[in-house]
């Protein structure tokens, strides 16, 4: 007798697939990562939530709910200004700090991304003046800035001054 589960399975699945009630899941391996110039990638931590289906790495224990001022280099700056990654070199928590180790920052490299504030119509977007910022900066310019976490994303980090910047933020397009 010829059974008509397997074929009967394979159209569930594919129609499962197709409403969305199942998403593939990317495997997981324990190869270090490359980039473009062919090197290993280590020492880079990002403020994104370590639960999160991201390829960004969590920031050290103890680092989450960081606020504070961040001294170091850049590695590398988006041109579009959705982020900028440096190398830290010395990191001062301010009294809004509530991660209960800032200083495990030192010495590592993290993502910063811009401040988000609200529009007139209530939405949340990126400040304009962080994304022309960011998307200014050259690979091995010294940068201070502060950043701060919020509730929702305690992992990452959001910028919310740096050298040169005065006046107040106002709302991007998007």
């Not at 394979?10 to 593939?24: E, T, Y």
């Not at 001022?69 to 988006?78: H, I, Q």
Request: contains cysteine; aromatic residues 6%; hydrophobic residues 40%.
């Amino acid at each position: 007798m010829k059974t008509i589960l397997p074929l009967h399975f394979k159209s569930l699945l594919a129609l499962a697939l197709f409403a969305g009630w199942i998403v593939p899941v990317k495997a997981q391996t324990n190869a270090p990562a490359t980039n473009a110039a062919g090197t290993t990638a280590t020492n880079t931590v990002t403020a994104s939530a370590a639960a999160s289906a991201s390829d960004e790495p969590a920031l050290p224990e103890g680092c989450a709910n960081f606020s504070g001022s961040l001294r170091g280099k850049v590695v590398s700056g988006d041109p579009q200004g959705k982020s900028f990654t440096v190398a830290l070199a010395t990191v001062t928590p301010n009294d809004k700090n509530q991660a209960t180790k800032p200083k495990d920052l030192e010495g590592k490299t993290v993502i910063v991304f811009p401040s988000n504030i609200q529009n007139a119509q209530g939405k949340w977007v990126q400040a304009k003046e962080d994304i022309v910022f960011i998307s200014s900066l050259k690979e091995g310019q010294d940068i201070l800035c502060t950043v701060y976490t919020r509730t929702a994303k305690p992992n990452r980090l959001f910028l919310d001054w740096y050298q040169g910047r005065s006046g107040k933020k106002t709302p991007s397009d998007s």
